[in-house]
């Protein structure tokens, strides 16, 4: 079946550093990636999509590489901000019509 | 602004109650779902439906209740039957291939 598997957090950096959370995939077919970001209290916000091989998505100074041949979708971030603290999930969906499988989700804390 | 409404943000009952979580979008989506989310835990699908007028069960549907009389709403009932009710519940809608999200409401059974 389908599924996402993404690093266990927390994952703690200080402010500036360089950030990576890993996200694999297992599915049937071609999936749509996506990354959405949870601030504390709140709903999951869409951060950013890949729906082909080899597509990046990017938003916020965030990117994530579909990458077909090693099926991941690694999240990435030159710089953080302490404003980034919050949770990532990585998630799939394979057709239109299917439930999105999200991964457990990564909490990321930066220090000032 | 076109969006995913959820009311109220904080919910408190007693325990043996029904208790009913609202979702509304103004998005033209057909598909919405709910989840179910425990402290530091992800989200588990609780129903979904991808029309008017049918809903399908997700993977905790035990103790839950759904109805989709409307494009636009897709109510949640929390039963008594539920056995662990408190929880925060969020509320999602898609079109294609991508899913949004309400502000979920945090539900307190006591």
Same mark, same amino acid.
């Given at each position: 079946?389908?599924?996402?598997?993404?690093?266990? %957090? @927390?994952?703690?950096?200080?402010?500036?550093?360089?950030?990576?959370?890993?996200?694999?995939?297992?599915?049937?077919?071609?999936?749509?990636?996506?990354?959405?970001?949870?601030? @504390?209290?709140?709903?999951?916000?869409?951060?950013?999509?890949?729906?082909?091989?080899? +597509?990046?998505?990017?938003?916020? %100074?965030?990117?994530?590489?579909?990458?077909?041949?090693?099926?991941?979708?690694?999240?990435?971030? %030159?710089?953080?901000?302490?404003? +980034?603290?919050?949770?990532?999930?990585?998630?799939?969906?394979?057709?239109?019509? +299917?439930?999105?499988?999200?991964?457990?989700?990564?909490?990321?804390?930066?220090?000032? | /602004? $076109?969006?995913?409404?959820? =009311?109220?943000?904080?919910?408190?009952?007693?325990?043996?109650?029904?208790?009913?979580? =609202?979702?509304?979008?103004?998005?033209?989506? /057909?598909?919405?779902?709910?989840?179910?989310?425990?402290?530091?835990? $992800?989200?588990?699908?609780?129903?979904?439906?991808?029309?008017?007028?049918?809903?399908?069960?997700?993977?905790?549907?035990? $103790?839950?209740?759904?109805?989709?009389?409307?494009?636009? =709403?897709?109510?949640?009932?929390?039963?008594?039957?539920?056995?662990?009710?408190?929880?925060?519940?969020?509320?999602?809608? =898609?079109?294609?291939?991508?899913?949004?999200?309400?502000?979920?409401?945090?539900?307190?059974?006591?």
């Amino acid at each position: 079946g389908n599924s996402v598997t993404q690093m266990e %957090g @927390p994952v703690t950096l200080s402010e500036e550093a360089f950030l990576t959370i890993n996200c694999t995939y297992t599915a049937t077919g071609y999936p749509s990636l996506f990354w959405y970001v949870q601030y @504390p209290g709140e709903g999951l916000q869409l951060l950013l999509k890949a729906t082909k091989a080899d +597509d990046k998505g990017s938003n916020k %100074g965030f990117e994530a590489t579909y990458r077909k041949e090693t099926t991941s979708f690694h999240l990435e971030k %030159g710089s953080v901000q302490v404003s +980034d603290s919050a949770v990532y999930f990585c998630a799939l969906k394979v057709n239109r019509d +299917d439930k999105i499988i999200f991964g457990k989700g990564t909490r990321l804390h930066i220090l000032p | /602004d $076109g969006g995913i409404t959820q =009311s109220p943000k904080y919910l408190f009952r007693k325990e043996g109650q029904n208790v009913t979580l =609202s979702c509304e979008q103004n998005l033209n989506h /057909d598909a919405m779902y709910w989840y179910r989310q425990d402290p530091g835990q $992800g989200l588990r699908l609780i129903y979904y439906s991808q029309i008017v007028n049918d809903f399908q069960k997700g993977d905790i549907a035990e $103790g839950y209740s759904v109805s989709r009389e409307k494009k636009e =709403s897709f109510p949640l009932t929390v039963t008594s039957a539920q056995k662990n009710p408190t929880a925060f519940y969020l509320c999602a809608s =898609s079109i294609g291939v991508e899913q949004y999200f309400g502000p979920g409401t945090r539900l307190t059974v006591t």
